[in-house]
């Protein structure tokens, strides 16, 4: 009990992890390099600190498999959800945070707990021998010598893909004559009223030439050693999007569906551009979707061909960073230690699951397993019925075989998804067809979900008093 844990990285998935830990009991010392050693795309030294988006998604627990996920990690004790939950922004349907304050908080709830030391600096190549229990949670950024160490460790060829920030722009820049408030389908989310989006029509001919001028703008140039890193697919950036066909834009982040223009209520838009609220005060405005790797010269310029933001001012620009994840079915045991090396078990993103709600809940399920191994209990794994089975389950050796690079099945990051989770036969009874169909069977998957969670924590609950 007295031997601490080691966890390396401060992001959400360690210090989710580093929180699950230390409700057991059990001291934790939390490495993060930064300041020492900064990254492309941290801004500050803080703890869990959101880089790309302020959105942790849907909060819908009946019909959304992210919202589920929210809601299991909320009853497992989840560090990251009270934070979210307290500093939260409006967001439509979406749960999304004050940034600052979302990761102050968790800076300075780990940093007054007792059982935490947070040491600054890296930890170059492999954990010393005498850490026998680590968790590494070093993130879409792990450093070189890390990421070095564990291909060395392994034999793997490859640990990365590419990951895009969208810009931010400062709300009173934007036009309101033009843009107009409204959330798609005027749905409300947490903390929301129905109107939590700020919208920028385009007619055709608008979105044409933006289209011809994001395709034609100068993009930032790879190292060679990055160029042959894929994108994840969830996170594409919009340059790449356009040069897949004119229309693939307006079917994406820029689809018009479930808007109407305040201002020209008969005049339907034919692309939308959306942007939410990034920070409390309401300043900051996020352009979702807009991950890009235009140089910051022609983001200026291409983004201000965007009606309604003609004169903006950008209080960040798109930026490009490197992710870097395992082959976990390959080289991940099911409680997601490494095979080659049990003492180094893995969360977050570096295990290939994608977005900040599933790296966090791959860090609570880390810091749990961890923590029952150390008490010398029995590492049981959630059922896969829940949405923390189902992520773990695709991570650790689940995923679908899809395309092959050199031969060998690739591996490919994965939000929680109702695909991920095992059928369930269709109740008896009067046959649903379409849209209710759909939501009757995502209910019934999330009912089941939620009972065998309750079932599940029910039991670490008990033993954990025993």
Not at 219 to 226: C, G, L, N, P, S
Not at 348 to 376: K, P
Not at 434 to 442: D, L, M, P, W
Request: some cysteine; glycine content about 10%; proline content about 7%.
């Amino acid at each position: 009990m007295s031997k601490p844990v080691h966890v390396i990285g401060g992001g959400l998935a360690g210090s989710e992890a580093t929180w699950q830990i230390v409700g057991r009991g059990i001291p934790v010392i939390l490495h993060e390099m930064r300041p020492t050693r900064e990254t492309p795309a941290h801004k500050t030294e803080r703890l869990a600190e959101l880089v790309c988006s302020n959105s942790f998604r849907s909060d819908d627990s009946e019909t959304n498999a992210i919202g589920l996920l929210h809601e299991e990690m909320r009853r497992a004790g989840s560090l990251v959800m009270r934070a979210g939950d307290q500093h939260q922004v409006p967001a439509g349907s979406a749960l999304a945070v004050d940034r600052d304050g979302f990761s102050q908080s968790i800076t300075e709830t780990l940093s007054a707990h007792p059982l935490v030391t947070i040491e600054r600096g890296e930890v170059a190549g492999l954990p010393p021998a005498e850490w026998d229990n680590v968790v590494v949670a070093t993130g879409p950024l792990t450093s070189p010598s890390l990421a070095d160490a564990i291909l060395a460790l392994t034999g793997e060829t490859a640990l990365a893909f590419f990951d895009a920030i969208a810009p931010i722009v400062y709300r009173d820049s934007i036009d309101m004559s033009i843009a107009w408030a409204q959330s798609r389908y005027d749905k409300p989310g947490p903390g929301g009223t129905g109107a939590d989006y700020l919208n920028c029509p385009l007619d055709r001919d608008e979105y044409e030439a933006f289209v011809a001028a994001v395709v034609a703008g100068e993009k930032t140039e790879f190292h060679d050693w990055e160029k042959a890193t894929p994108y994840f697919e969830g996170c594409l950036p919009i340059e790449v999007m356009a040069e897949r066909g004119p229309e693939t834009l307006r079917h994406g982040p820029m689809k018009p569906v479930g808007l109407t223009n305040r201002h020209k209520p008969h005049d339907k838009p034919y692309a939308v551009v959306q942007l939410r609220q990034d920070n409390a005060l309401g300043t900051l405005w996020n352009m979702v979707g807009f991950q890009t790797k235009l140089r910051y010269r022609e983001q200026q310029r291409i983004l201000r061909m965007i009606p309604g933001l003609r004169n903006a001012e950008f209080a960040r620009l798109g930026a490009i960073h490197r992710n870097t994840f395992l082959n976990s079915p390959k080289l991940l045991d099911p409680s997601l230690r490494l095979r080659a090396m049990p003492r180094l078990r893995f969360a977050g993103q570096i295990t290939g699951c994608e977005g900040y709600v599933e790296s966090a809940a791959i860090g609570l399920l880390a810091g749990r397993f961890v923590a029952a191994e150390r008490l010398g209990e029995e590492v049981r794994l959630p059922p896969l019925t829940t949405g923390f089975g189902a992520l773990l389950a695709h991570i650790t050796g689940g995923h679908v075989e899809g395309e092959t690079i050199d031969g060998a099945r690739s591996f490919q990051p994965m939000n929680v998804n109702f695909g991920l989770f095992p059928p369930m036969r269709e109740p008896a009874g009067e046959k649903l067809r379409g849209n209710e169909k759909t939501i009757a069977k995502r209910k019934a998957l999330t009912r089941r979900a939620l009972a065998d969670l309750d079932l599940w924590l029910g039991r670490e609950q008990s033993i954990a008093a025993e």
